[in-house]
T-cell receptor, first 112, second 114 residues
Framework: DGGITQSPKYLFRKEGQNVTLSCEQN?????MYWYRQDPGQGLRLIYY???????QKGDIAEGYSVSREKKESFPLTVTSAQKNPTAFYLC???????????FGPGTRLTVL | RKEVEQDPGPFNVPEGATVAFNCTYS??????FFWYRQDCRKEPKLLMS???SGNEDGRFTAQLNRASQYISLLIRDSKLSDSATYLC???????????????FGSGTRLSIRP
């Protein structure tokens, strides 16, 4: 079955630590995205990648970093520079940039 | 003014009712439009794309009004399982840019009561 997976589902980290969220897709999609969602809020774009080895900042990239070494994978690192990292993180992919996006199940990050 | 605006609701309607909500967008050069459904603490799932001529999928009908810059979603014969947040998504091209961007609305909460 084709799909998009994220791990872990829940993640707890201590303040000051970096943490990496995984996102993998086997849909053969070129474009991948990372969003952040806070309670009662809409999705905000962190980073996106249109093609392997290329990625662009979204609206709230500060304190985050990404890589796109493989088409299937787009990991997100939440660094200690991110001031308020507790949120629901969603990864998505699409066939082409800004076509219909398909989402992974998300990772809930809590900073203790 | 937000680029994509939705009434946050909640809309609380009885089972079997028809409910409709709109989403307005600010950029007249917007190219494509989608409705997503998001259940509590879950990821958004694509409900339907919105075409210029309007489209229907079972009990769901989506319409696009380019002149007034809004899209709508109509749900007929609502079911308890329709309770969710409905996200409006617009693919728009900002002024002075050749690159498009996807903007998500904040969502409209719908609650169907027995």
């Amino acid at each position: 079955d084709g799909g998009i997976t994220q791990s872990p589902k829940y993640l707890f980290r201590k303040e000051g630590q970096n943490v990496t969220l995984s996102c993998e897709q086997n849909l053969n999609h070129d474009a991948m995205y990372w969003y952040r969602q806070d309670p009662g809020q809409g999705l905000r774009l962190i980073y996106y990648s249109q093609i392997v080895n290329d990625f662009q900042k979204g609206d709230i990239a500060e304190g985050y970093s990404v890589s796109r070494e493989k088409k299937e994978s787009f990991p997100l690192t939440v660094t200690s520079a991110q001031k308020n990292p507790t949120a629901f993180y969603l990864c998505a992919s699409s066939r082409g940039l800004n076509n219909e996006q398909f989402f992974g199940p998300g990772t809930r990050l809590t900073v203790l | 003014r937000k680029e994509v605006e939705q009434d946050p609701g909640p809309f609380n309607v009885p089972e079997g009712a028809t409910v409709a909500f709109n989403c307005t967008y600010s950029n007249s050069a917007s190219q494509s439009f989608f409705w997503y459904r998001q259940d509590c603490r879950k990821e958004p799932k694509l409900l339907m794309s919105v075409y210029s001529s309007g489209n229907e999928d079972g009990r769901f009908t989506a319409q696009l009004n380019r002149a007034s810059q809004y899209i709508s979603l109509l749900i007929r014969d609502s079911k308890l399982s329709d309770s969710a947040t409905y996200l409006c998504v617009v693919n728009m091209r900002p002024l002075y840019s050749s690159a498009s961007k996807i903007i998500f609305g904040s969502g409209t909460r719908l609650s169907i009561r027995p």
